[in-house]
């Protein structure tokens, strides 16, 4: 059984920064497929960004540059750096992986049906 955790959630102005932590208390991270997916109430799941395996990244439009998915395997973390957060930001986010065995996870899909195993999510509110 696979357990995400994240933290590092917060109430934070218009241009400011934050940072998530997702930390996974199980299962072969190195080789994992970790991401990155929010979602405002009543709306769909969006994905923000993904890391495979290899380090490859992917960020949805909005994201690019403001953004910073990475994994740091051997404290079996992912971050997500936020900078330039704007209103839109708002939303509860949540850490996200697929594992696919041994061999490794080597996809960078935003798509949040492709992942396996989810965190309880942390709220992010920019004012």
């Known amino acids: 059984h696979v357990q995400l955790v994240e933290s590092g959630g917060g109430s934070v102005q218009a241009g400011g920064s934050l940072r998530l932590s997702c930390a996974a208390r199980t299962g072969t991270f190195s080789s994992a497929c970790m991401g990155w997916i929010r979602q405002v109430s009543g709306q769909e799941r969006e994905g923000v960004a993904s890391?495979?395996?290899?380090?490859?990244?992917s960020y949805a439009d909005s994201m690019k540059g403001r953004f910073t998915i990475s994994k740091v395997n051997a404290e079996k973390t992912l971050y997500l750096q936020m900078s330039n957060l704007k209103p839109d930001d708002t939303a509860m986010y949540f850490c996200?992986?697929?594992?696919?065995?041994?061999?490794?996870?080597?996809?960078?899909?935003?798509?949040?049906?492709?992942?396996?195993?989810w965190g309880q999510g942390t709220q992010v509110t920019v004012s």
């Open positions: 996200a992986a697929q594992y696919t065995g041994i061999s490794g996870c080597y996809s960078t899909s935003l798509d949040s049906a492709t992942f396996d195993y």
């Open positions: 890391i495979d395996a290899d380090g490859e990244t």
